[in-house]
């Protein structure tokens, strides 16, 4: 009988769950779209009831496939889009108010303040963030502001807080675990990443009682069972992990100085630091990397908010094209970008700029400048903002000889060597690109002793395409030269 393990791979547009083999193999994948709100400019929020009902669709489509081919599921593992804020009632289980998404600005004007209160420095140095609404404790905070029910709630401990992945595994065991991951906990502004402990004085200047937080376990840990009204027998969830982090497992990134970047909605690059949390002088993120065995391991991360988002942009907004795939064709159409730059600081900008209030720029347009122009200014803009990401590690002293990459974009080749190209750097693309997906299956499969070690582990990734930098400097130059003016103009908005 073949046996598998599942991960649920809740994201920003839509839900997953995809059956692996034990050899990290996919076998089989189910996926669901969901809707997005923008109540007001900068907000962002998902519908909690349609998550959990596209998740258990999602999931008891690979549970059935299972069947059919007659396998045994081992265990699940979660992974999650990070920072995405629920509160819900404890006794119904009912979220009290629409998710907040990490994308969600709405708390900037907050963060502001706390700003200069001169909180900034007391913040870094124990959640290693910076002030900014991208994080969970200020959307918790404005919820409990906001609605009325929340404080209410609190006070009669009858509220509970969670990312996704606390409130997915809420629902599954039907009550029984309210738990979150070290990697999720470290993202919300209120988890203090050296004593790995909810933090107490952070609580108490954003008025946040801890009995409404999670348990925070390790990535590979014993998260209850599933309700068999729900899966239809109990299945163990041993392993959970916000999504950044999750790929970098998935790519295996477990050697100090090893990295990945992850181009989905958002493109976010993780270094692992190993045992060292590395505070950034340039504006990039500590964080945890993952925690095993109750052993931290540190990462340094730099996060862009538009990547394939902007490719959704120019094809269901600006009708450009009709799949994200046809962008390829158009780039290679064209032979350079003609001075055109695109900054999709359609919801701020966020690493190494921090700037909630930047908005995009289209930048050098003439007369002869059409959609395709476009198109191509928004795929190089994601290889840009990499470029300002690599440019802030290597002011901190760190420069990465190679990188790991996944997510959507990278099928595209084109984008995969231009990303190489203003880089400097070689870019290795793995032959399972469902790395997210892949990094809680290994957390799951490490709790059950599947795989005895994060050695074992690292055996199973394989090598798609590597792509090394072609382009000489002068043009490299030029280009990030008038990718320069354009953050400028940005900035200055």
Known sequence: M??????????????????FNLKGKP??????????????SGWVEHDPEEIWSTTKKTLKDVINKSKKIKGNILAIGITNQRETTVLWNRKTGKAIYKAIVWQDRRQEEFCKKLRKQNKETLIFNRTGLLIDSYFSGTKIKWILDNVPLARKLMSKKQLL???????LIWRLTKGKVHATDATNASRTMIYNISSNKWDDTILKILKIKKHILPEVKDCADNYGETDPSITGKSIPIRGVVGDQQSATIGQCCFEPGSLKSTYGT??????NTGTRKIYSKNRLLTTIGYRINGKTTYALEGSIFIAGAGVQWIRDRMKFVKKASDTEKIVKSLKNNAGIYL??????IGAPYWNANARGVLSGITRDTGPKEIVRAIIESVAYQTYDLFEAMRHDGLRPKLVKVDGGMVMNNWFSQYLSDIIDVKVLRPKVHETT???????????????????????QWRLDKKFTPKVNIKFRKKVIKGWNTAIKRTLIT
């Open 343 to 348: 900054v999709p600081a359609f919801t701020g």
């Open 27 to 40: 076998i089989y994948s189910s996926q669901k779209e969901f809707k997005q709100y923008f109540p007001k």
């Open 266 to 271: 958002g493109a976010f690059i993780l270094l």
């Open 161 to 167: 807080f969670g990312t996704i992945d606390s409130f």
């Open 437 to 459: 997906a892949l990094g809680a299956a290994f957390m799951a499969g490490l709790k059950i002793g599947v795989y005895k070690s994060t050695k074992e582990i690292s055996k």
């Open 2 to 19: 073949p046996k598998f393990i599942v991960s649920i791979d809740q994201g920003t547009t839509s839900s997953r769950s995809i059956l």
